[in-house]
């Protein structure tokens, strides 16, 4: 593994432990160049997924781009990591067991907001005022309505 401090080529695993839930490991590594020390992780791909945007253009599915995506809506809120890490995961455990090799942005957007309005109310709007391209004040009305409605 590519130490991301000083890009050596070798690093050495110091431990090893599952995650909390199963999904991956997690592996403490150390650099013997630089002395860095870094945290990758090892997770199951079952089949590699292409997403299809909303214009037609195909991509690899990225997860750490999911990832960051929910970090944004879910920024200065106190969502504990290991909650965010399994709600990520579930999602993608869910997209590589459709069976589909190809998914569009709309169906992992509805997943993520599926997900965040479990966890955090705000990070919820947050995403899909962004998903849902509000232009108005009227449509975030609309959405806080709704989640007043669910309560």
């Given amino acids: 593994m590519r130490c991301p401090y000083c890009s050596n080529n070798e690093s050495q695993v110091k431990d090893s432990r599952p995650t909390e839930d199963f999904t991956a490991i997690r ?10 020390r870094f945290t990758t992780f090892e997770r199951v791909q079952l089949r590699e997924l292409i997403v299809v ?9 990225d997860r750490d781009k999911l990832m960051r995506s929910v970090q944004v809506a879910l920024r200065k809120r106190s969502v504990e990591p290991e909650r965010i890490e399994r709600m990520v995961s579930g999602i993608v455990r869910q997209l590589e067991g459709s069976g589909e090799p190809e998914v569009s942005s709309e169906q992992i957007g509805k997943l993520v907001m599926e997900g965040l309005r479990v966890l955090d109310d705000v990070a919820y709007v947050r995403f899909a005022s962004v998903y849902k391209n509000f232009r108005e004040a009227k449509d ?3 959405l806080i309505g709704e989640l007043s409605d669910d309560d």
């Fill in 53 to 61: 945007k909303t214009a037609g253009r195909k991509v690899p599915f």
């Fill in 140 to 142: 975030f009305e609309e």
């Fill in 27 to 36: 592996r403490r590594r150390y650099c013997p160049d630089c002395g860095g």
